[in-house]
């Protein structure tokens, strides 16, 4: 069984940073990729930021520039740090971890932003 447990979300104030953590547990022994996705109120979840194991990344067109996506190998934890946030970054945002066989994903951890 395999856990993902997202930390970090909260209140921030437009312009602000904040970095939320996702730590995975449990029989996962090797990842081929993680995945950072959120979702506003009344929108469909959408994908922020990508990574394979070979260290490659994608971002959102939305997010490129401000968010980062990284990992700890040995605290299988992965992070997004998210710079200049705004309104427009209000959501849930979901960890997810794509292994050989299966996806995984996190409970979810909201972000607001106050404008």
């Known amino acids: 069984q395999v856990q993902l447990v997202e930390s970090g979300g909260g209140l921030v104030q437009a312009g602000g940073s904040l970095r939320v953590s996702c730590i995975a547990s449990?029989?996962?022994?090797?990842?081929?990729?993680v995945a950072w996705y959120r979702q506003a109120p009344g929108k469909q979840r959408e994908l922020v930021a990508f990574?394979?194991?070979?260290?490659?990344?994608v971002y959102a067109d939305s997010v490129r520039g401000r968010f980062t996506i990284s990992r700890d190998t040995d605290k299988r934890t992965v992070y997004l740090q998210m710079n200049s946030l705004g309104a427009e970054d209000t959501a849930v945002y979901y960890c997810?971890?794509?292994?050989?066989?299966?996806?995984?994903w996190g409970q979810g951890t909201q972000v607001t932003v106050s404008s």
């Open positions: 997810n971890v794509r292994g050989p066989r299966a996806t995984y």
């Open positions: 449990g029989n996962i022994f090797s990842i081929n990729a």
């Open positions: 990574a394979t194991s070979a260290g490659s990344t």
